[in-house]
Nanobody, 126 residues
Framework: QVQLVESGGGLVQAGGSLRLSCAASGRIFDAWAMGWFRQAPGKERELVGVISWSSGNTHYTDSVKGRFTISREIAKNTVYLQMNSLKPEDTAVYYC???????????????????WGQGTQVTVSS
């Protein structure tokens, strides 16, 4: 069993930056993918981006491409979400998740993910 703990959320003005962290309590294996999701009030949870734990390859949803970057630090079992040029529409609770068997990084769905963090609030003011 792996526990995921997010941190780094907060309030930021539009155009600003935040970096979220997701620390895993147990080992992350090479076959795994780590994802970041977000859920705004009244909306469904959506995939923000994914990183392959073994290769470091990433894939992002179109709305964050060029602004958000996912990275990992293997020695610390930690995944990061660097968010730049933030917009009010980025306001949401952000969740970290782990998929124990990634097949295609571009075809991942919310149902693929096995472990979830508790979420961290990101609020972008205009």
């Amino acid at each position: 069993q792996v526990q995921l703990v997010e941190s780094g959320g907060g309030l930021v003005q539009a155009g600003g930056s935040l970096r979220l962290s997701c620390a895993a309590s147990g080992r992350i294996f090479d076959a795994w993918a780590m994802g970041w999701f977000r859920q705004a009030p009244g909306k469904e949870r959506e995939l923000v981006g994914v990183i392959s734990w073994s290769s470091g390859n990433t894939h992002y949803t179109d709305s964050v491409k060029g602004r958000f970057t996912i990275s990992r630090e293997i020695a610390k079992n930690t995944v990061y979400l660097q968010m730049n040029s933030l917009k009010p529409e980025d306001t949401a609770v952000y969740y970290c998740a782990a998929d124990r068997q990634m097949y295609d990084i571009e075809l991942m769905m919310i149902t693929d993910f096995d472990y979830w963090g508790q979420g961290t609030q990101v609020t972008v003011s205009s």
